[in-house]
Nanobody, 116 residues
């Protein structure tokens, strides 16, 4: 079955950096676009970043463009999210996700807290 396992969250001060990682299994990783979403307090879950199957095209929500970088390693079945210059409003649970045919699959999420 499809499994997505996130890691790398934690507490960081404003202006700090974190790198999230997602390890995928149960599907042919190099044929699937991958995404990171986040759930921040008081807001709906929102798409943060996406990357195509080969990694040659990426997309970001406006507020993180230039600060977050999504990347993937198709040999290791991983997709990472590098985050710099973090702000308190980046606090939330970050989810790795993949859409396969008509279903969207989610990891369990990893908490990111940006606070002094």
């Amino acid at each position: 079955q499809v499994r997505l396992v996130e890691s790398g969250g934690g507490l960081v001060q404003p202006g700090g950096s974190l790198r999230l990682s997602c390890t995928a299994s149960g599907f042919t990783f190099n044929t699937a676009a991958m995404t990171w979403f986040r759930q921040t307090p008081g807001r709906l879950r929102e798409l943060v970043a996406a990357i195509t199957e080969t990694g040659d095209t990426t997309n970001y929500m406006d507020s993180v463009r230039g600060l977050f970088t999504i990347s993937r390693d198709n040999d290791k079945n991983t997709v990472d999210l590098e985050m710099i210059s973090l702000k308190p409003e980046d606090t939330g649970v970050y989810y790795c996700s993949v859409r396969l045919r008509c279903n969207r699959y989610w990891g369990q999420g990893t908490q990111v807290t940006v606070s002094s």
